[in-house]
C-alpha cells in the first residue's frame, strides 16, 4: 500500500526510470531472437487489437515515456483506496498476524 500511494504522491525518479527503459530495450532486442516469440508478437496485434506496427514502434515509443507521463498515468489508473489483497497461507498462521489490519478486528476467512 506505501509503493500504490508513493506513486501517485512521488515522481519516480529519472534514473529509476532510465534504468528501467534500458532493461526493457535490452529484454526486447533479445526476445527478437526467439521465432516463437516473433510469432507471439504477430498473435499479440490481432489479440489486443493492436496497431499494426506496435512492435515497430516500440522501441521509439519506450524512449519517449516520461518522468511526467508515468506520474500522469499513476494518477489516472492507481487507486489504492479499491485495491484487493489476497493472502494466500495456513489460516492458522496467517490470520492472527492480520487481524490487526481489520477495521472490525475479524477477518472474513
Known amino acids: 500500500m506505501y509503493e500504490l500511494n508513493r506513486i501517485r504522491t512521488e515522481k519516480v525518479p529519472q534514473d529509476e526510470l532510465d534504468g528501467i527503459k534500458n532493461f526493457l530495450t535490452g529484454s526486447f532486442a533479445i526476445s527478437l531472437e526467439d521465432p516463437e516469440t516473433v510469432a507471439k508478437f504477430a498473435i499479440n496485434i490481432d489479440r489486443y487489437k493492436l496497431p499494426k506496427d506496435y512492435y515497430a514502434n516500440y522501441l521509439k515509443n519506450l524512449a519517449a515515456v516520461t518522468v511526467d507521463d508515468i506520474?500522469?498515468?499513476?494518477?489516472?489508473?492507481?487507486?489504492?483506496e479499491n485495491a484487493t489483497i489476497l493472502i494466500v497461507g495456513d489460516r492458522n498462521e496467517i490470520a492472527?498476524?492480520?487481524?490487526?489490519?481489520?477495521?472490525t478486528k475479524q477477518l472474513n476467512l
Open 71 to 80: 506520474y500522469a498515468m499513476a494518477q489516472k489508473y492507481i487507486r489504492p
Open 96 to 103: 492472527p498476524k492480520l487481524d490487526k489490519f481489520s477495521a
